[in-house]
């Protein structure tokens, strides 16, 4: 009889011992999902909202509003212009370049000696150590300037004109300089995909200019910005800071904001995985004649559970703490009820 009686001690306190490692194990996995999922909400709210991805980022009624990461090929509807000069391409941006044949003044030392040759940028020969015979014209009289495409989208969201400003990657481009405007071709000669003021391109005059275009059209973009009625615009974070971005290539958000938390993965599958450990634990921990109590098991490891989760959304989401709380209550209650009315 004390053999037993020993012997059901024994098993007791193993399913006990069993119970309350089960309890463990699904408090553990649903504090580190939630500490997760707590994370990547405060880094949404730093951020100003919440952060569409993926097959999820497409215009429509439920991006509107929000921030979203758009990646794909460039879509230009428009070409990039340089009404001046007749020159387009179909590319996000088109660059004119600007250079002027000038005079240089070389130092070394104390030695000073002059050359010639293309300046993107006015050189003041006033400044010349010996400036008589070496004078520069001054300022340009064609500027260089940038022309982007008033109609350029990635993955259906057309880009506000600032972000398609922010787009970079310059690569060489030789437009077509046949058809001239009247007014320019009596001024410049095509030559070599540029256009030169001088007679003679193997010997070009001070003052001479010389333009060329290079283009904008990277393979892929990712956008980072704020989704207003199917157009991305500038986005702000709460305190007014800008966190638009425009990258080359395709990124994934941790690419583009490399400090933003992430979710944690299957969090909804962990949560459910978490409460079945928690219950099997609970009826573990009950007496043998209470163990069949599905109901009163699962009321008591849900108290556990919904207060350990409330704690860490106090201070994120107090709508969700306070309902994880009223769960947490009406557990209480369940398991009282159930202890109440006893087994059977």
């Known amino acids: 009889m004390n053999r037993l009686t020993g012997l059901l001690d024994n098993a007791s306190r193993n399913a006990a011992l069993l119970g309350a490692v089960l309890m463990l194990l699904g408090l553990l996995l649903l504090g580190f999902t939630e500490h997760a999922d707590r994370l990547r909400v405060l880094g949404?709210?730093?951020?100003?909202?919440?952060?569409?991805?993926?097959?999820a980022a497409m215009p429509g009624p439920a991006a509107n509003?929000?921030?979203?990461?758009?990646?794909?090929?460039?879509?230009?509807?428009?070409?990039?212009?340089?009404?001046?000069?007749?020159?387009?391409?179909?590319?996000?941006?088109?660059?004119?370049?600007?250079?002027?044949?000038?005079?240089?003044?070389?130092r070394y030392g104390g030695q000073r000696s002059y050359e010639q040759n293309w300046f993107d940028h006015p050189?003041?020969?006033?400044?010349?150590?010996?400036?008589?015979?070496?004078?520069?014209?001054?300022?340009?009289?064609?500027?260089a300037a940038r022309f982007d495409s008033p109609d350029v989208a990635?993955?259906?969201f057309k880009l506000a004109p600032a972000l398609t400003d922010m787009i970079e990657g310059i690569e060489p481009f030789e437009p077509d300089?046949?058809?001239?405007?009247?007014?320019?071709?009596?001024?410049?000669?095509p030559h070599d995909g540029t256009l030169l003021t001088s007679a003679n391109s193997a010997r070009p005059q001070i003052g001479d200019l010389r333009i060329s275009w290079m283009r904008i059209a990277p393979e892929d973009l990712t956008v980072f910005a704020r989704?207003?009625?199917?157009?991305?615009?500038?986005?702000?974070?709460?305190?007014?800071?800008?966190?638009?971005?425009?990258?080359?290539?395709?990124?994934?958000?941790t690419d583009v904001l490399t400090d933003a938390p992430q979710p944690p993965r299957y969090k909804w599958a962990r949560r459910a995985l978490a409460v079945l450990l928690a219950w099997a634990g609970a009826a573990w921990l009950l007496p043998r004649v209470r163990r069949r109590?599905?109901?009163?098991?699962?009321?008591?490891?849900?108290?556990?559970?919904?207060?350990?989760?409330?704690a860490y959304w106090f201070d994120a989401r107090v709508f969700a703490a306070a309902i994880l709380v009223?769960?947490?209550?009406?557990?209480?209650?369940?398991?009282?009820?159930?202890?109440?009315?006893?087994?059977?």
């Open 123 to 143: 050189i003041d020969s006033t400044a010349f150590n010996n400036p008589a015979g070496h004078a520069n014209p001054g300022a340009f009289p064609i500027n």
């Open 227 to 253: 989704d207003q009625d199917g157009t991305l615009v500038p986005a702000q974070n709460p305190g007014g800071d800008a966190i638009a971005q425009v990258l080359i290539g395709r990124h994934s958000l």
């Open 326 to 344: 009223a769960v947490a209550v009406a557990g209480i209650g369940v398991a009282v009820w159930r202890w109440r009315v006893g087994p059977g």
């Open 293 to 310: 109590d599905r109901v009163l098991s699962l009321a008591i490891a849900v108290v556990p559970l919904a207060i350990l989760a409330a």
């Open 44 to 55: 949404e709210d730093a951020l100003g909202g919440f952060v569409l991805t993926g097959s």
């Open 65 to 106: 509003g929000k921030l979203v990461l758009a990646a794909g090929a460039p879509e230009v509807k428009t070409p990039a212009r340089d009404v001046q000069f007749g020159v387009a391409v179909d590319a996000p941006a088109l660059v004119r370049k600007v250079e002027m044949f000038q005079w240089n003044e070389i």
């Open 177 to 189: 300089l046949s058809k001239l405007p009247p007014n320019m071709a009596v001024t410049f000669q």
């Open 154 to 156: 990635v993955a259906g």
